[in-house]
């Protein structure tokens, strides 16, 4: 059989980085069947085109996984395939959240011949068997001898052929660039970043989130050879190609137990197998020195951080006051101390939150370490706690906001202001924190730091501002340019007075947390 695994895209981000489900799925499914990839956010496709494809490829099976925000799309797409006579079984947190709507039990029209609920590892295998002989169930549940669900231990982890997947459609060097950073920068004509992940689970529950009712509170984790012999294939495989390759850790909290990531971090470094890497970890458990050692040396250089806000009560109300305000400020500079920036994540619309957030947020921000802030509207997803007390309370407005979903638009009255202003300060928030003036001034703030460093920064900053500004197309990028001219102009000009006295300080030491982003 020929099945076709496809991610819709999410309408934001280009070709980032690929979607792991789709390549461990594939590495899963038995030999004797032939597996296809398309991800929507580096091959878009409308549901004709995608139907086509089909047909013209004799798929005889369509996986299609899906975040809550893409799920209409995938619904959109998931109709025109049945409709085409092939069937389609989803997976992925929306459909294991919300089962019942893909299989139109809950009176809407049905999307999906199956759902694979929760982590699909053991019965994907099985899912493909059904299909090759024309019977699928409607529902796939992973569940041990005792009917008690059963999630994968990651020991043994499965082997993902990076090196033999087509990568070229996540290269995340811009097709115009190649041939002048080919030239100029050897080795660097095209980079990837890959998902890995080393472990699974997450036992703090935050009101908001999905990750703790999906995949459990009890963590667990690959082995530490297994981890380093994946980076030790990504490290050879970009040395034979003469390409980059950047790792992003994918695990919910990558230090969650930190004796465990300790002893990954020094068996990396052991192995000699560094690549620069990108992994989520809260701040509270940032506060170890001998951990951010480690992640220095060990080629950590951007640290996602959930810090949500700068108010304790509105942690304290998300059950996420092990986060501590007082501390970020250290936290970032510890990090920065090292060379290791910030993605700093914080969410507006949070119950104790006024007017003027955006503003009080950015005043504290900015006598930190430059990073990258991002910022969010506090999201009811489906099947959280949060969600639950909004629909208690009567508070939602738009309580499948999935089937029609518009970015930065809330599904709930917040407390203490209204739709229209929560949505206005998050304009603001971007507004202030990627303004010309603002680049400016950060870059200048580590004019202290190696000229790559610097660069790696402007970079990411131009690029990250495309997750609330549209950017898509050389016209939009023109406009960016132009506007950041003068920090642009700086750089250049002191890179090439520089390059006849100095090197950067290695060729992998800084990579910009780069995204191609895209007008929704
Ligand atoms: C990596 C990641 C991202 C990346 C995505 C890019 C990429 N190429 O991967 C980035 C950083 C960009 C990102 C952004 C966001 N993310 Co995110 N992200 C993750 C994260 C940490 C890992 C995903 C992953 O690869 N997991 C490992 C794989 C193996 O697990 P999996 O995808 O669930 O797949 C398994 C099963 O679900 C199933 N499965 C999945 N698909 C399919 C399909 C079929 C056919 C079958 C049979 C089975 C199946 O089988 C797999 C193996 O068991 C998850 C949390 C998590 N731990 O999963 C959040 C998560 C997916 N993200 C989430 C959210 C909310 C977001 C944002 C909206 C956050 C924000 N406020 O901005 C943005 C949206 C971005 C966008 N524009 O789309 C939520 C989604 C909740 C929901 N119900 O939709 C999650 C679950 C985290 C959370 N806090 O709740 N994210
Ligand atoms: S720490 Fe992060 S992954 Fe864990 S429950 Fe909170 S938001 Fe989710």
Same mark, same amino acid.
Request: glycine letters at 6%.
């Given at each position: 059989? #020929?099945?076709?695994?496809?991610?819709?895209?999410?309408? =934001?981000?280009?070709?980032?980085?690929?979607?792991?489900?789709?390549?461990?799925?594939?590495?899963?499914?038995?030999?004797?069947?032939?597996?296809?990839?398309?991800?929507?956010?580096?091959?878009?496709?409308?549901?004709?085109?995608?139907?086509?494809?089909?047909?013209?490829?004799?798929?005889?099976?369509?996986?299609?996984?899906?975040?809550?925000?893409?799920?209409?799309?995938?619904? #959109?797409?998931?109709?025109?395939?049945?409709?085409?006579?092939?069937?389609?079984?989803?997976?992925?947190?929306?459909?294991?959240?919300?089962?019942?709507?893909?299989?139109?039990?809950?009176?809407?029209?049905?999307?999906?011949?199956?759902?694979?609920?929760?982590?699909?590892?053991?019965?994907?295998?099985?899912?493909?068997?059904?299909?090759? @002989?024309?019977?699928?169930?409607?529902?796939?549940?992973?569940?041990?001898?005792? !009917?008690?669900?059963?999630?994968?231990?990651?020991?043994?982890?499965?082997?993902?052929?990076? /090196?033999?997947?087509?990568?070229?459609?996540?290269?995340?060097?811009?097709?115009?660039?190649?041939?002048?950073?080919?030239?100029?920068?050897?080795?660097?004509?095209?980079?990837?970043?890959?998902?890995?992940?080393?472990?699974?689970?997450?036992?703090?529950?935050?009101?908001?989130? +999905?990750?703790? !009712?999906?995949? *459990?509170?009890?963590?667990?984790?690959?082995?530490?050879?297994?981890?380093?012999?994946?980076?030790? @294939?990504?490290?050879?495989?970009?040395?034979?190609?003469?390409?980059?390759?950047?790792?992003?850790?994918?695990?919910?909290?990558?230090?969650?137990?930190?004796?465990?990531?300790?002893?990954?971090?020094?068996?990396?470094?052991?192995?000699?197998?560094?690549?620069?890497? +990108?992994?989520?970890?809260?701040?509270?458990?940032?506060? /170890?020195?001998?951990? =951010?050692?480690?992640?220095?040396?060990?080629?950590?250089?951007?640290?996602?951080? !959930?810090?949500?806000?700068?108010?304790?009560?509105?942690?304290?109300?998300?059950?996420?006051?092990?986060?501590?305000?007082?501390?970020?400020?250290? =936290?970032?500079? @510890?990090?920065?101390?090292?060379?290791?920036?910030?993605? +700093?994540?914080?969410?507006?619309?949070?119950?104790?939150?006024?007017?003027?957030?955006?503003?009080?947020?950015?005043?504290?921000?900015?006598?930190?370490?430059? *990073?990258?802030?991002?910022?969010?509207?506090?999201?009811?997803?489906?099947?959280?706690?949060?969600?639950? #007390?909004?629909?208690?309370?009567? @508070?939602?407005?738009?309580?499948?906001?999935?089937?029609?979903?518009?970015?930065?638009?809330?599904?709930?009255?917040?407390?203490?202001?209204?739709?229209?202003?929560?949505?206005?300060?998050?304009?603001?928030?971007?507004?202030?924190?990627?303004?010309?003036?603002?680049?400016?001034?950060?870059?200048?703030?580590?004019?202290?730091?190696?000229?790559?460093?610097?660069?790696?920064?402007?970079?990411?900053?131009?690029?990250?501002? *495309?997750?609330?500004?549209?950017?898509?197309?050389? #016209?939009?990028?023109?406009?960016?340019?132009?506007?950041?001219?003068?920090?642009?102009?700086?750089?250049?000009?002191?890179?090439?007075?520089?390059?006849?006295?100095?090197?950067?300080?290695?060729?992998?030491?800084? =990579?910009?947390?780069?995204?191609?982003?895209?007008?929704?």
């Amino acid at each position: 059989m #020929r099945i076709l695994l496809y991610n819709p895209d999410n309408g =934001v981000t280009h070709n980032f980085m690929p979607h792991l489900w789709m390549f461990l799925l594939k590495t899963l499914t038995p030999p004797e069947h032939e597996v296809l990839l398309i991800d929507g956010n580096a091959r878009p496709m409308n549901e004709k085109q995608l139907v086509s494809f089909i047909r013209k490829e004799k798929i005889g099976l369509v996986g299609i996984g899906a975040m809550t925000r893409m799920i209409a799309r995938a619904y #959109r797409m998931a109709d025109a395939i049945r409709a085409a006579g092939v069937p389609v079984v989803m997976g992925g947190p929306h459909v294991t959240e919300v089962p019942d709507e893909a299989l139109g039990r809950n009176g809407g029209p049905r999307h999906a011949d199956a759902v694979a609920l929760g982590e699909a590892d053991e019965t994907w295998p099985r899912i493909v068997a059904d299909a090759a @002989r024309g019977q699928l169930n409607d529902v796939y549940l992973p569940l041990d001898e005792n !009917g008690k669900e059963r999630k994968p231990s990651l020991q043994p982890y499965p082997e993902i052929p990076w /090196d033999k997947m087509d990568l070229d459609q996540f290269n995340l060097v811009p097709k115009v660039v190649r041939p002048l950073s080919e030239k100029y920068g050897t080795g660097w004509g095209s980079v990837h970043m890959i998902p890995i992940e080393s472990g699974r689970g997450c036992p703090y529950g935050c009101e908001f989130c +999905t990750v703790t !009712g999906f995949f *459990g509170d009890s963590i667990r984790f690959r082995s530490n050879e297994s981890v380093v012999n994946e980076l030790l @294939r990504l490290k050879n495989t970009a040395r034979k190609n003469r390409s980059q390759a950047m790792v992003f850790f994918i695990d919910d909290n990558f230090a969650i137990n930190i004796k465990r990531t300790k002893s990954l971090l020094r068996d990396i470094i052991a192995a000699d197998a560094q690549l620069p890497w +990108t992994a989520q970890i809260s701040s509270n458990l940032l506060r /170890d020195e001998e951990l =951010v050692d480690l992640i220095a040396a060990s080629g950590g250089r951007w640290i996602f951080i !959930g810090m949500e806000s700068i108010d304790a009560a509105n942690l304290a109300d998300v059950n996420k006051n092990f986060n501590k305000p007082s501390e970020y400020g250290a =936290v970032l500079n @510890r990090l920065a101390r090292r060379g290791i920036y910030a993605i +700093t994540s914080f969410i507006v619309g949070l119950d104790n939150d006024t007017v003027g957030v955006a503003d009080r947020m950015l005043n504290e921000i900015e006598k930190w370490p430059p *990073g990258l802030p991002i910022f969010g509207l506090l999201t009811p997803f489906p099947a959280t706690p949060l969600y639950d #007390r909004l629909l208690k309370a009567d @508070r939602l407005t738009r309580p499948t906001h999935w089937l029609d979903f518009a970015p930065f638009k809330m599904a709930h009255t917040p407390l203490k202001m209204s739709i229209d202003e929560a949505q206005a300060e998050v304009r603001q928030a971007w507004t202030r924190s990627y303004s010309p003036e603002r680049t400016e001034s950060a870059i200048e703030s580590i004019a202290d730091k190696p000229w790559d460093h610097r660069l790696m920064h402007l970079i990411s900053r131009l690029t990250f501002r *495309g997750i609330y500004f549209p950017q898509m197309g050389k #016209r939009a990028w023109a406009k960016v340019i132009l506007d950041n001219r003068r920090s642009i102009i700086r750089l250049v000009r002191e890179g090439l007075r520089g390059r006849r006295k100095v090197k950067p300080s290695s060729s992998t030491a800084t =990579v910009p947390f780069t995204a191609t982003v895209k007008a929704e």
